[in-house]
């Protein structure tokens, strides 16, 4: 279940005007807010690579690889590549698919950096990518670089098959091999992370209550990270708002907090 934002924002507001520290407005949280997020979101890959050298309890609970793999988990998202064009020299043609357009849930899936709509998603990061042929095994296509690429094209011994296709990533396109008359065309299938929401409070103005905001829940936009998320949220926030406020006392309390859970987390 996700972070109510305005259960973070009036923790926010309560603490840094218990001691009148100073204001935050809806503006500078949803800014802040939304960075905090995708700060917490991005820390989730570096945290995973590092638990992955880790050896891990057995337990469910304690398990912390799995742990991070279920806050993953709702960004998470799978579609088909779109094949766009065989490209190169007629004795060695490249088949080229584009990232999925649409994934499993059909939402429509954008990379141009805009904020998206209710039934878009936008593209993060590319996982595994597979190709499902009609009557026979799904195989991981591998990822390689242009010179690999290159290199196990050029031997029949480390050609790749169908039953053993390999693939580069550039520019938002997975060029497939084997290419040519018994080369991949369709059927290729991705697994990729999206990026979170931008956070919203919105507001109405009350105007019988002197111009005081109120919460527009209609218009708003939770946090998409786990509740167990919500202490890390509403300090890492504390942390910016301190800076906003130029109050840096909250500043110091608010980092020492941070880098007391950053530690153990990974002790």
Do not use: H
């Not at 218990?18 to 204001?23: D, I």
């Amino acid at each position: 279940m996700a972070i109510n934002v305005d259960t973070v924002y009036r923790t926010v507001l309560l603490v840094l005007n218990k001691e009148n520290r100073g204001y935050i407005t809806p503006d500078e949280f949803n800014k802040t807010a939304t960075q905090v997020q995708l700060d917490i979101f991005e820390q989730y890959f570096d945290d995973l690579n590092q638990q992955l050298r880790v050896p891990q309890q057995g337990n469910d609970y304690a398990n912390r690889q799995r742990a991070i793999e279920q806050k993953l988990a709702p960004f998470k998202g799978y579609g088909e590549c779109n094949y766009t064009n065989s490209t190169g020299t007629p004795t060695q043609n490249r088949e080229t698919f584009a990232i999925p357009t649409v994934d499993g849930r059909g939402n429509t899936v954008i990379n141009d950096g805009d904020e998206p709509s209710s039934n878009e998603v936008a593209f993060y990061k590319l996982g595994t990518v597979f190709y499902e042929e009609t009557s026979g095994p799904t195989s991981e296509i591998q990822l390689v670089t242009r010179d690999e690429y290159n290199s196990l094209n050029k031997s029949e011994l480390t050609a790749p098959s169908k039953y053993s296709p390999i693939f580069m990533y550039e520019d938002y396109r997975l060029t497939v091999a084997p290419s040519g008359s018994d080369g991949i065309e369709s059927n290729v299938y991705a697994s990729f992370v999206r990026k979170p929401r931008n956070v919203v409070w919105d507001f109405d103005v009350n105007s019988s209550n002197n111009n005081s905001y109120s919460w527009n829940s209609t218009n708003s936009t939770n946090f998409e990270l786990l509740q167990s998320e919500q202490t890390e949220v509403i300090v890492r926030i504390l942390l910016y708002s301190g800076i906003v406020v130029k109050d840096y006392q909250v500043v110091q309390l608010a980092a020492q907090e941070v880098q007391q859970n950053e530690i153990n987390q990974k002790s």
